[in-house]
């Protein structure tokens, strides 16, 4: 294993202090393991929390920051956060106007985040969740029940993110996160394996000339293993994937998220996204917003995925509110 | 290999297709393989253009907007520009204000913008050339008589960009890219070797246990091969040997670029910025402002560079200034 690391031991909190040195916008509390914004909002609002395994950075800390979410709760590698964060979270961001915890579909994280928000309650945060499982791959997986959530989060998160910020109530902003959620799909491929530290060997072995089609972001199994092929027809299969159980239709817009895994180059990440461009307007589909690059990665996995948000007037002007975070900015 | 393309001969032109799709704000003339702004400046301004081999992204197309460069020109993976592309963007983006070449210390680089600006005196523009060196890993290399130019690009191509944004005069714009330039060193470790498409195995061997320290952003060699070691370590000796160049000293302010060569998640770039801020404190070095990221990229090459200016007020002010590209955005 070749990894810029200390020990795999130490990966987390290694990390947390190098993004509590390059980044004095955040504050690190490092031993809580909670991410939260150095200057707080001037009025009370709605917050937005969220949390995972780490491993897919930019998700979450880097999506903290004003416009998009208010903390952000890292686990260890691909290991859910504990409830303990998730409450020190909450308390530490609650304005009196709630919190909503954006929950990507993984067993373990629904269970901690459930408990959070029962803990939050009794401390009079009052807590509402939004579950993201936006991709279609697969209806279950090795650690999900359910369909997994993966790029949508960066659209609930962005939306939601918008939304609260203007002060919008607890109960509006969390169903404008599951109308989101409900509107995205996603579906991904993996040319390689990520691999864990701790492990120290990649998830799973690929043969040199074949794909994983329908990977999750921890590796999961996908649909099947194919031959790899040009990156036209990949574009093709994850398009056409995602369409046949998005029922969009010719006129419809969209925002799409072509996201790295983490061990693509970007250019590559660019070659993909025109072949998806092209293909969606083959379909009379039109592209209103697109992001291009490594948004919620898996370590050093090579390849993407591609998340569809069908969009209307009300989610493109919150995409395109202003934001103020590390991974994503606009003025 | 496995890559996500179509075939290694359409690379450049399949990844300008996707950058047109992707980027609304940017004009990209495929044949002539030139990235403009969509929206031109308002008022005559000194233009800024950059240019150089592809596999480096998002360097340099992702940095043409308001505030940076006014145009890109890229080569064939890890090849030089030609002169017709570089005197069609000067064409394009001249306003009778001249124009800076911001060029990177390769021999093909060098030859090519030195011919382009013959040619673009002769039509008439005025063009001063900013020659980037910054890599103090090897005096002489595979592509490159002197030092090599790498991370400092991101800063020269930032902060002259700023300069030129408020309407400077043309040896002003000039002069203040070489005295960033001046200001600036990098140092590289690689993991593994990148892969060129048209080539199709990684550029050098690496065993499983070594690193290249110094190594070039097209994979050049470095000073040596060593045992993989802490990141800690690595960051230290990245550190060291940047100092004994550079003469800073305690009190100092610099800027940091933390840079990722492509393969390398950035939880591990996280990882290795910490340790590089807690050696530059035992030095007395203070970090004004930091950017930890994939800027300046080596294809899938796992492994960082860091790069080190000297900041003054001019300089953290010019670096804070707006500036709205695909990739650097700041309000």
Redesign the interface.
Known sequence: M??????PES?LE?????????HPELTVDIPNRVITRTVRPDAPKVALISGGG??H??LHG?FVGRGMLDAACPGE?FTSPVPDQMLAAAKAVDSGAGVVFVVKNYTGDVMNFELAAELAAEEGVEVRTVLVNDDVAVEDSTWTAGRRGTGATVLVEKTAGALAERGAPLDEVAALGERVNAASRSFAIA??AATVPAVGRPGFDLP??E?EVGVGIHGEPGRRREK?R???E?AAEVVETILADHHLTPGDEVIAL?NGL??????????????V??RLAQHGIT?AR?L?G?YV?S??M???SLTLTKADAQLLELWDA?V?TPAL???
Do not use: C
């Open positions: 070749k990894k810029l690391i200390n020990t990966v290694d990390a947390l202090a190098g993004v509590a040195a390059a780490s491993g950075e930019p880097g590698v040319l390689t040199e000339d794909i790899l040009p990156a036209r990949l072509l983490g061990g693509t180059p970007l250019m590559e990440l660019y070659i993909a996204y025109g072949e461009a092209a592209v697109s291009v490594n990665t370590l050093d090579a390849g993407f202003p103020d900015k606009r003025a």
